[in-house]
């Protein structure tokens, strides 16, 4: 099975930061994608930010919702199947639970598997 664990969220006023971190482990033959969603209450989870490994055919890349483009960073750690996103400039509505997300690619037939984390608590003050 895969392990997925976030950490690095909090209560912070507007305008702060903070670094969400997330790991995934078990058995994982190779790692196609990870990033963060979020959900706030009343709505529907939407896609923060992701990351997708590179392969042969195109190097690695990198997604943002325009909400936090130019505020939010997305990077991976390879070594260490380590995904973090480094919020700048956080906002009231940036207040959502954020889940961590890894698409998990199997050494047969063109299956990919998603894996989700329990999520970590983003709280913005005005």
């Known amino acids: 099975q895969v392990q997925v664990e976030e950490t690095g969220g909090g209560l912070v006023q507007a305008g702060g930061s903070l670094r969400l971190s997330c790991a995934a482990s078990?058995?994982?033959?190779?790692?196609?994608?990870m990033g963060w969603y979020r959900q706030a209450p009343g709505k529907q989870r939407e896609l923060v930010a992701s990351?997708?490994?590179?392969?042969?055919?195109?190097?690695?890349?990198?997604n943002y919702a325009d909400s936090v483009k130019g505020r939010f960073t997305v990077s991976r750690d390879n070594a260490k199947n380590t995904v973090y996103l480094r919020m700048n400039g956080l906002k009231p509505e940036d207040t959502a639970v954020y889940y961590c997300?890894?698409?998990?690619?199997?050494?047969?037939?063109?299956?990919?598997?998603?894996?989700w984390g329990q999520g970590t608590q983003v709280s913005v003050s005005s």
């Open positions: 990351i997708t490994s590179a392969t042969v055919a195109s190097p690695s890349s990198t």
């Open positions: 997300h890894v698409r998990v690619g199997v050494p047969y037939g063109p299956y990919e598997y998603d894996y």
């Open positions: 078990g058995s994982i033959f190779s790692i196609r994608a």
